[in-house]
Structure formats: C-alpha cells, structure tokens
T-cell receptor, first 115, second 115 residues
Framework: DSGVTQTPKHLITATGQRVTLRCSPRSGDLSVYWYQQSLDQGLQFLIQYYNGEERAKGNILERFSAQQFPDLHSELNLSSLELGDSALYFC??????????????FGPGTRLTVL | DQQVKQNSPSLSVQEGRISILNCDYTNSMFDYFLWYKKYPAEGPTFLISISSIKDKNEDGRFTVFLNKSAKHLSLHIVPSQPGDSAVYFCAASGSTTGANSKLTFGKGITLSVRP
C-alpha cells in the first residue's frame, strides 16, 4: 500500500459525459502527479501540482483539467468524453517537486471506460 | 512519438534463470532512468534507477545496465522468481529533480516466471 488513494476504482460512462477522478496523496506529500495509461501507450504524464499550484504539464488534452485543493487532494476532470479516453488513470505523490523522481508513490488507479 | 521504447511486449522465463528486460530511448536529453514494477490492480512501484554518469547499478537480484552511446538500458533479474511476474515499465527523466523530472514511460513488458 503506497498510501496514495484514488476514487473511484472503476468508472463507466458514455461519450460526451464529464467525470471527476479524485486522488488523496500520502500524508505529508505536497506534490501530485496525474498519469494516463491506455492500451496503445505507456504511462503518459498529464500534469503535476505542488501545494495547490500547477507545476508542469505533459500530454494533457484541453478537455481535461485538474486542480489541487488546500487539503492537498487533487481532482482530474475529464469532459466531452470520447471512446479513446478509456484508460487507467494513475495519481502519484511526492514530498516536493525537488524530490528525486524515484520517490513518486503511485495510487492503485481509476479505470475509466467510455461506452 | 515514443521516446522510450520497450519493443518486446512479453517475456517468459524459467524460475531460477536470468530475466533480461530491454529498453531503448531516443531523447539524448534524458539523464536518469528508472524501472517500475506493476502488479494487477496496483499502481507502479519503483524498483531501481541509474544515472547517466553510471553504466551499472545493482540492488540485490536486480541490476540495471546503461549504454548511453546506444541509448539502451536493460534490467537483469537473477535468479528470477515467480513473484517477479509483473509488468515492468522503463522510464526516463531529464533530471532527478526540478522541472525536468517528469517521467516518460515505455509501454511495459509483461514478465512471466514459470515455476
């Protein structure tokens, strides 16, 4: 158990809908990262937040957005969903952006299925 | 454009033998390389890393080799155990910390260790 929690575990929705994925980082961790794992791609970095502020952006679509709240939990919002958005979405946390990359701890993931 | 490539999707080895998992990268700015292990229904967990100033790093049964000129790294597991059966992701970063520390992952290799 990494200490990172993600809800829900599974999510099934229809095209065009909007969903919110939630992540609670390990106690004390200030930085949250979101990754997407789809069938044809490896784990792709989407976005990073540190203490409520966006720190780095990766291959995140404009239909997707994220935020980190004062209690440090983070939400990833996916809108106008398409079939291709079906994937595993992982959240990871670390103490600070200065932390060595190998100190990112991953949650169990949310499996999103868009029908 | 896949900057980190794991060209073999799967590998099967006998218990007690050596497992060799390969990874190639294209971005010469990558400076730090990691291997993550992932079991079903869990997030990836950090396994071992290597900096570009080294060509080998060993941790117990796990050794990572880096050939910078060939932009190639490999993970050796000796001896392989059934509990090593998992998906292994190769990842790379521009640095260990800071803005370049976001991880670029390969698609993963499924290792099966036969008893």
């Amino acid at each position: 158990d990494s200490g990172v929690t993600q809800t829900p575990k599974h999510l099934i929705t229809a095209t065009g809908q909007r969903v919110t994925l939630r992540c609670s980082p390990r106690s004390g961790d200030l930085s949250v990262y979101w990754y997407q794992q789809s069938l044809d791609q490896g784990l792709q970095f989407l976005i990073q937040y540190y203490n409520g502020e966006e720190r780095a952006k990766g291959n995140i679509l404009e239909r997707f957005s994220a935020q980190q709240f004062p209690d440090l939990h983070s939400e990833l919002n996916l809108s106008s969903l398409e079939l291709g958005d079906s994937a595993l979405y992982f959240c990871a946390s670390s103490f600070s952006p200065g932390t060595s990359v190998d100190e990112q701890f991953f949650g169990p993931g949310t499996r999103l299925t868009v029908l | 454009d896949q900057q980190v490539k794991q060209n073999s999707p799967s590998l099967s080895v006998q218990e007690g033998r050596i497992s060799i998992l390969n990874c190639d990268y294209t971005n010469s700015m990558f400076d730090y390389f990691l291997w993550y292990k992932k079991y079903p229904a869990e997030g990836p967990t950090f396994l071992i890393s290597i900096s570009s100033i080294k060509d080998k790093n060993e941790d117990g049964r796990f050794t990572v080799f880096l050939n910078k000129s060939a932009k190639h790294l490999s993970l050796h597991i000796v001896p392989s155990q059934p509990g090593d059966s998992a998906v292994y992701f190769c990842a790379a970063s521009g640095s260990t910390t800071g803005a370049n520390s976001k991880l670029t992952f390969g698609k993963g290799i499924t290792l099966s260790v036969r008893p």
